[in-house]
């Protein structure tokens, strides 16, 4: 077998073309340039503080955003996007390589999120991608919808002695003589119960717009706190209209007051028992609030799924926020594309 050349190359990505690469269009849509600034004050040392310009060149601080929003684009390991980087055409060209360049490893991805994670930069990029968002236009209109998803982590094995003392704020005894077997454990993860089946670690709670159905806000919890506990921290007071709908989870007489406060409209789906009109009521509510799981949805299924490989509730935090930013980064590709074909 020959050597690839330069036109062989060329055919490659054509075919890819031909197919749609999803990588092309989020390439050319998202202002990774915008992003620079704050990636570099998270990850590179000012002049003044370096020692020494000695020792191997920092990868590119663009790139390696990049790379962290493919683990999440397709819910990939660091290891597994490792291999998919030497593997495929499309993420090479994603990230702006050539061929014979070096590619990041596992545990380089792995460094360069950690440092996002322990400086919570991730809101901040967040955040300011919804500022661009607004600027393009898309703006936070038609009211809000909120809710909150379980993410799994994997099941920590640990006897009931021990999980008791995880839930009293304790560190069991002996594990801090084995720091091997105490990094491993997880202890900021929670059990709950959802339609009568046991569920084991985070909550991502989201704000999506009713309009154009992005991420306005989230917040990430163990999976023991009750989704009406963080409807404050949720709350968009950008939206241009005033309803705010969610399932019956959020209904109390607290809640009610609370948005009334704000000038909100409770578009809250009402408890059982319930009249006739009432239960017309809720069906109705619940063609809006729909929205909202469509997102839930698609990141579940078009994006690999949530499960969190990390260990510990910073490391969740990055990793779900991360995925909300992802989200809106494949959604804001969509609604650009309906825009464009509305204009035709």
């Not at 661009?132 to 038609?142: P, T, V």
């Not at 985070?202 to 159905?213: I, P």
Request: hydrophobic share 35%.
């Amino acid at each position: 077998m020959g050597q690839m050349g330069f036109f062989d190359i060329a055919n490659r990505y054509a075919g890819l073309d031909a197919k749609n690469d999803p990588l092309v269009k989020i390439n050319a849509i998202i202002p990774w340039e915008d992003f620079r600034s704050r990636l570099e004050a998270t990850w590179r040392k000012p002049p003044e503080e370096r020692k020494s310009n000695a020792g191997s060149k920092p990868w590119d601080a663009v790139l390696m955003f990049k790379a962290i929003i493919l683990c999440a684009l397709y819910n990939l390991s660091d290891d597994q996007l490792e291999y998919q980087i030497r593997d495929r055409f499309s993420l090479v060209r994603f990230l702006g390589l050539d061929f014979e360049d070096k590619v990041p490893d596992a545990k380089t991805v792995w460094l360069y999120r950690e440092q996002l994670a322990q400086t919570g930069a991730i809101e901040a990029l967040f955040e300011g991608f919804d500022g661009y968002l607004e600027k393009q236009g898309y703006l936070a209109i038609g009211g809000q919808i909120i809710d909150a998803s379980i993410v799994a982590v994997p099941k920590q094995h640990n006897r009931r002695d021990e999980n008791t003392k995880i839930k009293e704020g304790e560190t069991p005894e002996g594990w801090k003589s084995k720091p091997a077997k105490r990094s491993q454990k997880d202890t900021d993860a929670r059990w709950t119960k959802k339609h009568g089946q046991s569920h084991y670690g985070y909550k991502n709670h989201l704000n999506v717009d009713r309009g154009h159905k992005l991420v306005r806000r989230y917040k990430v919890t163990d999976a023991a706190v009750h989704d009406s506990q963080v409807v404050d921290a949720i709350l968009d007071p950008k939206n241009t209209a005033s309803g705010v709908w969610a399932d019956s989870a959020y209904r109390s007489a607290e809640i009610e007051e609370k948005l009334k406060e704000k000038g909100l409209k409770s578009r809250i789906h009402r408890n059982r028992p319930l009249s006739e009109r009432e239960k017309r009521s809720n069906q109705t509510k619940s063609k809006v609030r729909a929205r909202v799981e469509h997102v839930f949805g698609s990141q579940n299924n078009d994006m690999g799924g949530t499960l969190v490989r990390s260990i510990g509730l910073i490391r969740a935090k990055a990793r779900i926020g991360l995925k909300n930013l992802t989200y809106n980064m494949r959604r804001l590709v969509q609604l650009e594309r309906i825009a464009m074909a509305g204009s035709r």
